[in-house]
């Protein structure tokens, strides 16, 4: 088995969901036979997940308790609700002042104002901001330096930009005994947590990403990330936000 470092914030937001916990939340849990506003948020809310995520984690890091966030939000001091009042805050969150467009889900520069305008509000100095320079050693170092502080970053798989049709990128699962395991294939336009890095002794494997999607832990390669942003999709529309 290869050596490897995991940087990780694991314990990260915890949901109740039956008998288990979930690893952030999932924009699934909407049912798509409700209402109209369910269904729009099943289909385009990783958006809305990532947002909301990243507030409970800012909040949960800083002791601060606003107004409408969920009732059992810091008992015993960690992030752990129920899916119920976990969907609840979502859906307070997207009908005042997120919204969520049908068929195109959100964009990046709602993430960034709407995440900002809440920061203001509780009195932050920090502010989410996008990784124009976004190249591979940049973008490691700047995800690697904010987990370290102990945040998550927002992480952009945009959507087929210069190649309609060909492949996105893999989200994979690590077992116990550190084997990665094909999860999802060719995902794109989508928003997920990076909450962790991995690297392994041997500099001949790509780091790991640890990321948060669909309420699961997942891991996709550096590598395969860059790929994609260079040869299917674009800088423009693939990127992160840090806080800073």
Known sequence: MAEKTILSLDPYIRIHNGKSFS?????????????????????????????????LWYCLKNRLVPKNFPPSFLNGGDCMLEKEEYLTFLRHVSTHGYPIL???GSFSFEMAGFVNHFLASVGAKERIRFLWQNNPKKRLKLAEDSVRRGYPCMLIIGPHFLSPGHRGVNFYRMSPDGKLHLAHRDVHGHFVMLTGICRYDDLKKPVLFEISSWGEKYYISSEEYTQYI??????IVCGMFTLS
């Open 230 to 235: 260079r040869k299917r999709s674009s800088p």
């Open 23 to 55: 690893f952030g939340g999932n924009q699934m849990w909407f049912a798509k036979d409700r209402s109209f506003y369910d269904r729009t948020r099943h289909m385009g809310g990783c958006g809305l997940v990532a947002v909301c995520d990243f507030m």
């Open 102 to 104: 049908p068929k195109l």
